[in-house]
Structures are given as structure tokens and as C-alpha cells.
């Protein structure tokens, strides 16, 4: 039974200044309900709203922030209102104010607020601009609720609400057929792996009789083993397709049909990291089933690799961004999946990712702003000249996503190839391998984009004749992710701010012990190997490309380049092993169906239409029609009377 009957909520004084904190989620929902309610009668200030609503948000998530803070770091639950009762069954709505859904709040709503404001810029003159900022809002507010809600139930809704409101910004232009089918794409394999977190909800309710991440995670110790692997592997299918991890990533480079602050949104701040976010809030119970965590190492290991090798076959500048997305968030996976310090690491890589993604992707819509939506590499060149804060602001996320010390990149990506040494066993040199390579192939891809796209000579097409700088309400968003590039990973490092920020969610986990001090490899010789892997794969790309290009893409001379511009077959296999053997089903089915069910029902329908057909014509309607019947079998009667008695 649906009820919504208020609950007698008791906040102490201590949570009392954060009962508010549903304005967060409301604010921006509210924002999306008006733009899509006023219709076109909002065109003129839809914009306004939209960026409105989430600044406010930001604000007062700083605000709260800081009063968390002041509490010493508690958690304040608070529950809204009886959402579902059921027989035992109940949930209700409320949200978890804590340390880890603060610093997210933080990052949703702090970078989702500049790419609003850059958005103003980008959309100007597009039609459907307060329409587009009302999916914006929606999408915020769906992320909000995921990040805040306080049961899995409540994460689930955020996660199906992300789920539509990237749908609808990814076929913003559904009128392109490669939007449309990209969109499609992306919510159908989003869907296998909701299934994954879906069934892992019902595990949980089956088994503790909640999901509330109070009684799960109080109840981890009267899960059999068996049931919490399977958990966490479910949650991990969940995880996989929102965060576009292997085997669920071939949707996440085709998102980038949508427009380009779309791509921001998805790729740097909100929805690809949500897998990140549900395997850091399930800590519990991922520390309490090593083939779980050791699943998710592998995952993020593998996805980390098959991002960096398809990224340096690309020409397109913002599939090459999102296959670095694909590999980032493989980083962030791997450090989550290996535990203890790590989770701290994860987070703040998906922290610092956050400014120096979402300002290189801006960066790549102001280069197609400034060079008529054009996004081959191979036809840029020269372009620092022409567009200098465009290219200052995406050279500061570049040397951050590198790893080049001072940027943020330096502090949240080594100490996640630190703790993959670390690990022990031979999974430790395998993973921690893996991390390395992948940092000089990162180094490798970036300087071959940066330098094909912001030096040389110019390569442009004829239609071309000034590129131009981007207006002052898109560069200013972008000098302001940059400052955060700069910035972010060195404040949030700092004596282990971040790290101690988030004892409390992590149960103390992300405090260092001595096995941790302990390092199979010196933590400075790690920082040596990898800055040295970096600036081979600068070196590699600047000797390579320094000359530029052809300006069409040249015949693959490996079959490594055949596959990797090929998306190392992820698409070809999705469709030989599931699409297609899909469409045969289906087919098959349908015939089954047609000649089959409807068929014998069709069939028999027939045979009693025309058997009353024939028996009809016998009902002639005269009276020596009907004497003449009534005499023969009187006949039989006898015949068979007299058959009888003789026998």
C-alpha cells in the first residue's frame, strides 16, 4: 500500500541546521518542472532559472558543508515521510547528510552550476535552449537524490531519474539520426546493468529485511558469504553500466552526440560517477567479500586499458576525451576495489577528474564553437594563436590529467598506483603495472590531441577562414575549472585532508598503518616511475606529431590500430553475441506466435465457424424436410434396436 503519512521527526540540535538539506534536490527539480510546464513562455529567462536553481543549490551546499564540519564529522539521517508500507516492509523517504555525500553535493552542483553558465554561451542560438536547460536541471536534481537518499531504495530512484534525464540530453537533437540511436544505445545498456543493482536490492531486503545502509551495513555479519559476493557483484553490474566499465562501455563514447556540455555533465561530474559513489557507500560490505573487491580491481584494471588504447586511435577531439573518461573512471574503480587508503584515493581522483574533464570538455566545445562544430584533430592546428584562453585553460587539463606535479592530476593519480603495488600477491605487480602503462599511454594520447589541435600548422578545412575565441560566458566558466585543475588536488591532499574528511564513511579505513607505510616499492620511487612513463608518452607523441598530420585518416599498419580505431571490437561483439542472436529470437518468437498460438486459436475458430456453417444448411425451414429426418432415425433407432437383440 502507496502512503504518505508524515513522520514525527526528532532532530537534535545538532542536525536541526541540516533539516533543511531536501531544498538541495528540490531546488533544481523545481527549476526542470517549470521550464517543461511554461513551455515556450519561459524561452526568454528559461536559461536564467535553470542556472539559478543550481547555484542556489551550491550555496547551500557550502553552507552545509560547513555545518557538517562543525558537527565533527557526523552523518545526520533524516527521514522525510512514509514513502511504502507493505506488510513488514517500509521505507521511508529521507536523505544522509554526510561526509561522502558532501563532498559529492559539492562536485555535482559546483561544476554542474559552470556548465549551466557555459551553456548559456553554447545554446544561444538554439531553439530549444530552455527546454535543454530543464533536462540540465532534471538530470542535477536526479543526481542529487542519488547521492543523498539514505537507502538503497532512494539511490535506486536518483538512478533510474540519471538514467532519463541522460536519455533526453543525449537525443536533445533527436532529429539526428546518430543522436537518436546513440540515446537509444545508451539507455538499453544502461538497463543490463540496473538489472544487476535492482536484483542485488531484492537480495538484500530478502535476506535482512531492509535496505537502508543503516541495517545493511549493520547486518553484513549474518550474510553468508556466499550471499555477499553475490551482492557486490550485482552492485558492480549496476556500477559497470552507469560508469561505462567493461563489459557495458561502448554507449559512453557514442553520449558524445549530444551537445557538448552534455558530455561535461556526464563525463566529469555526475553520472559516470555513480558506480564510483555505490561501491564507496557499500564499503561494508565490499570489505567483507575479498572476490568482490578483487572483481571490481579487475574491472577498473581492464576498463583503464581499453580506454588508453582506443584513445590514441581516435581523430574525433571528443571521443578522445571520453575514452579517457572510460579509462579515468577505470583508475577510480581500481583504487575502490582495492580497499583500506584506497577508497580516500578514488575520491579524490573522481574529485580532481571532475575540474580537469569538465574543462576539457568545454575546452573541445569552444574549439568546435570557434571552428564550425568541426571535431577532427587531424584538420585543427595552430589554433593557440587564435583562441589563447581556449588553449591555456585546456593545457592546465592537460598536464593535470597527465599527472604533472603541481596539478591535481599529480596528487590523486599516484596514489592510486601506490596502493595497487601495494596489494598483496601477485595481483599487486599485475594491477599496479597496469596503472603505470596506462599513465604513459594517457600521456601519449593527450599530447597527441593537444598538439594536433592547439599547434603546428593549420590544417582547415576552406570554409574556415578566422577561427575565434569563445564569448566571456563560456570562457569564464572554463578558467575557473582550470584554477580547480591547478588547485584541487594539492588543497584536498594536503596533511590528508580529504582522507581524514572521509574517516567516518570508511570506518577509519583511510587512515594509514604501519603494513600500509610499509611500501612494496618507496612511494618516492613509484612517483619517479611514473613521472618517467609520462614524459616518454609526451615525448613519443610530440616526436611523432610535432609535424602535424594527414588530414584524412591513413590505412591502420598494425592490427593492435586496425582494432583499437575498430573500439576493439566492443560493438562488433555486442551485436554478434547478443543483438543479433536477439533479432533471431525475437523473430523466431514472433513466428512461433503467428502460425503457432495464433494459429491453433485461429484454427479452431475456423473449424467451429465452418462446421456451424454446415450444420446450418441442414435447417431448411420445411416441415418435409424436418418428417423425413425424424423417419430416418426412427430407422436407426429400430435398425439399432434389432442389432441388439439378435447379438
Known amino acids: ?284 560490505l565490499y570489505n567483507a567479500s575479498h572476490t568482490g573487491q578483487l572483481v571490481v580491481c579487475s574491472i577498473g584494471a581492464i576498463t583503464l586499458l581499453i580506454g588508453c588504447i582506443i584513445g590514441c586511435a581516435k581523430d574525433d577531439i571528443k571521443r578522445i576525451l571520453a575514452y579517457s573518461t572510460v579509462s579515468q573512471i577505470g583508475y577510480m574503480f581500481l583504487a575502490v576495489g582495492l580497499g583500506g587508503g584506497a577508497y580516500a584515493a578514488g575520491i579524490l581522483h573522481l574529485l580532481t577528474h571532475g575540474f580537469f574533464k569538465a574543462g576539457l570538455f568545454l575546452g573541445a566545445g569552444s574549439v568546435m564553437h570557434g571552428m564550425k562544430d568541426q571535431v577532427n584533430i587531424r584538420r585543427f592546428g595552430g589554433l593557440a594563436k587564435y583562441m589563447p584562453i581556449t588553449a591555456a585553460t585546456f593545457g592546465i587539463g592537460y598536464l593535470a590529467i597527465i599527472g604533472i606535479p603541481p596539478l591535481s592530476g599529480f596528487f590523486s593519480k599516484d596514489p592510486i598506483i601506490e596502493h595497487a603495488f601495494d596489494r598483496p600477491g601477485w595481483t599487486g605487480w599485475l594491477f599496479g603495472g597496469i596503472a603505470l602503462v596506462g599513465a604513459g599511454l594517457t600521456a601519449f594520447y593527450m599530447t597527441r590531441l593537444m598538439v594536433l589541435t592547439f599547434f603546428g600548422k593549420p590544417r582547415w578545412t576552406e570554409d574556415i577562414k578566422h577561427p575565434h575565441e569563445s564569448p566571456p560566458s563560456m570562457t569564464v566558466a572554463m578558467i575557473v575549472l582550470a584554477v580547480g585543475s591547478v588547485a584541487a588536488g594539492g588543497l584536498l591532499a594536503f596533511h590528508n585532508a580529504l582522507a581524514n574528511w572521509l574517516n567516518p564513511v570508511f570506518g577509519g579505513a583511510t587512515e594509514q598503518t604501519p603494513a600500509e607505510v610499509a611500501h612494496k616499492i618507496p612511494a618516492l620511487a613509484v612517483t619517479a616511475l611514473v613521472l618517467v612513463f609520462v614524459l616518454a608518452g609526451v615525448a613519443l607523441a610530440v616526436v611523432i606529431f610535432r609535424e602535424g598530420t594527414a588530414p584524412q585518416e591513413q590505412p591502420a599498419r598494425s592490427v593492435l590500430v586496425r582494432a583499437a580505431r575498430a573500439n576493439l571490437y566492443a560493438d562488433a561483439f555486442n551485436e554478434a553475441v547478443f543483438m543479433r542472436p536477439g533479432q533471431w529470437l525475437a523473430r523466431a518468437l514472433v513466428y512461433v506466435d503467428n502460425r503457432g498460438i495464433d494459429g491453433l486459436v485461429n484454427g479452431l475458430a475456423a473449424a467451429v465457424g465452418g462446421g456451424s456453417a454446415r450444420l446450418r444448411r441442414l435447417q431448411t425451414g420445411f416441415v418435409r424436410s424436418y418428417a423425413l429426418t425424424m423417419l430416418g432415425g426412427a430407422f436407426l433407432v429400430v435398425a439399432a434396436l434389432l442389432v441388439v437383440r439378435l447379438g
Open 1 to 284: 500500500m502507496l502512503a504518505a503519512q508524515p513522520l514525527a521527526v526528532e532532530y537534535t540540535a545538532a542536525s536541526g541546521a541540516l533539516s533543511t538539506a531536501w531544498l538541495l534536490i528540490a531546488l533544481p527539480a523545481l527549476g526542470a518542472v517549470v521550464l517543461l510546464l511554461l513551455g515556450r513562455r519561459a524561452d526568454k529567462w528559461g536559461h536564467l532559472l535553470g542556472c539559478a536553481t543550481v547555484g542556489i543549490s551550491f550555496v547551500l551546499g557550502l553552507w552545509y558543508f560547513f555545518t557538517l564540519r562543525g558537527l565533527g564529522n557526523r552523518s545526520v539521517s533524516l527521514d522525510l515521510y512514509t514513502l511504502i508500507i507493505s506488510g513488514n516492509f517500509k521505507v521511508n523517504a529521507g536523505l544522509l547528510y554526510d561526509p561522502l555525500s558532501a563532498v559529492f553535493v559539492l562536485l555535482i552542483t559546483g561544476v554542474g552550476f559552470l556548465i549551466h553558465v557555459y551553456s548559456v554561451g553554447y545554446m544561444k542560438d538554439d531553439p530549444g535552449r530552455r527546454r535543454f536547460f530543464a533536462y540540465l536541471n532534471l538530470f542535477v536534481a536526479a543526481m542529487l537524490l542519488l547521492v543523498l537518499g539514505n537507502s538503497f531504495l532512494g539511490l535506486y530512484f536518483g538512478w533510474e531519474g540519471v538514467g532519463l534525464a541522460s536519455y533526453l540530453l543525449i537525443a536533445f537533437w533527436y532529429y539526428k539520426p546518430e543522436a537518436a540511436t546513440a540515446a537509444k544505445k545508451a539507455f538499453i545498456m544502461n538497463r543490463v546493468g540496473d538489472v544487476g543493482l535492482a536484483l542485488a536490492i531484492f537480495i538484500l531486503f530478502a535476506t535482512l529485511g531492509s535496505v537502508s545502509y543503516q541495517d545493511v551495513f549493520s547486518g553484513v555479519g549474518r550474510m553468508s558469504t556466499t550471499t555477499v559476493t553475490a551482492v557486490t557483484l550485482l552492485l558492480l553490474l549496476g556500477a559497470c553500466g552507469k560508469s561505462g566499465q567493461f563489459p557495458l562501455q561502448a554507449w559512453l563514447p557514442d553520449a558524445m552526440e549530444g551537445p557538448t556540455p552534455v558530455s561535461a555533465l556526464i563525463h566529469a561530474a555526475t553520472m559516470v560517477t555513480a558506480g564510483v559513489y555505490l561501491i564507496a557507500r557499500a564499503n561494508p
